[in-house]
């Protein structure tokens, strides 16, 4: 059975750096785009940033731009991200999701897979 499961969420002060990991397992994944979805507490889920199946697109909300960059490893089946100048208002529950195609527009139609999520802390 298909599964995602994120790590490396904790808590952090502002100005901080975190990676986050999503690992992809049960099937091949190369062939998913793959995104990070956040929700903050009394908020709803919004997207974060996207990457294709290749890697070579990437796509990213207004808020994280030049902050936070995504990546994937194909051979290990797993997909980061990597949020650097860390703000209080990151500070969200992170979902890593796969969709089986590349698109620039990232609403949560279409997504086939979801992970259970990772806790994100950013303290002022």
């Known amino acids: 059975q298909a599964q995602l499961v994120e790590s490396g969420g904790g808590l952090v002060q502002a100005g901080d750096s975190l990676r986050l990991s999503c690992a992809a397992s049960g099937r091949p994944f190369s062939g998913f785009a793959m995104g990070w979805f956040r929700q903050a507490p009394g908020k709803e889920r919004e997207f974060v940033a996207a990457?294709?199946?290749?890697?070579?697109?990437?796509n990213y909300a207004d808020s994280v731009k030049g902050r936070f960059t995504i990546s994937r490893d194909n051979a290990k089946n797993t997909v980061y991200l990597q949020m650097n100048s860390l703000k209080p208002e990151d500070t969200a529950v992170y979902y890593c999701a796969a969709r089986p195609y590349w698109s620039s527009n990232w609403g949560e139609q279409g997504i086939r897979y979801w992970g259970k999520g990772t806790l994100v802390t950013v303290s002022s």
């Open positions: 990457i294709s199946g290749t890697g070579l697109s990437t």
